[in-house]
């Protein structure tokens, strides 16, 4: 599902757990990540276009990053001023969260891709 949303600031997180370490710095790009918290730089002072799903559409965007983050079987998307704006249940543990944009610094218009983390079993 695709929701319209007006952040209060100029930075979604992505959590997975509700005690969670926000990244400090952007270093430059439109997002980055700690161990269990995504943060995307989105346009500011306009309403956002934002879907989180296992296959969003992402015709138009290009490919922001992937990260790896730790859940305890819930992503939620909020500001920071923890506003929820949406969640998807996860199995806990990693899973993998693909940004799409619409544009490399600050998008108006972003897709979050989550999918499992594939791990080799040991034999």
Request: net charge negative; aromatic share 4%.
């Amino acid at each position: 599902m695709t929701l319209t949303i007006s952040p209060p600031s100029s930075v979604l997180l992505v959590v997975g757990r509700e005690e969670f370490t926000p990244p400090r710095t952007f270093g430059g790009r439109a997002c980055t990540a700690t161990d269990d918290c995504l943060a995307v730089a989105v346009a500011a002072g306009t309403p956002v276009e934002l879907t989180l799903a296992p296959a969003p559409d992402t015709s138009g965007l290009v490919e922001l990053d992937r990260f790896e983050i730790e859940t305890e079987g819930l992503l939620s998307v909020r500001d920071v001023y923890s506003r929820e704006y949406d969640t998807m249940g996860t199995a806990p543990g990693r899973v993998a969260v693909t940004v799409w944009g619409d544009d490399e610094d600050a998008p108006a218009r972003v897709a979050l891709q989550v999918s499992p983390v594939d791990r080799p079993i040991s034999g």
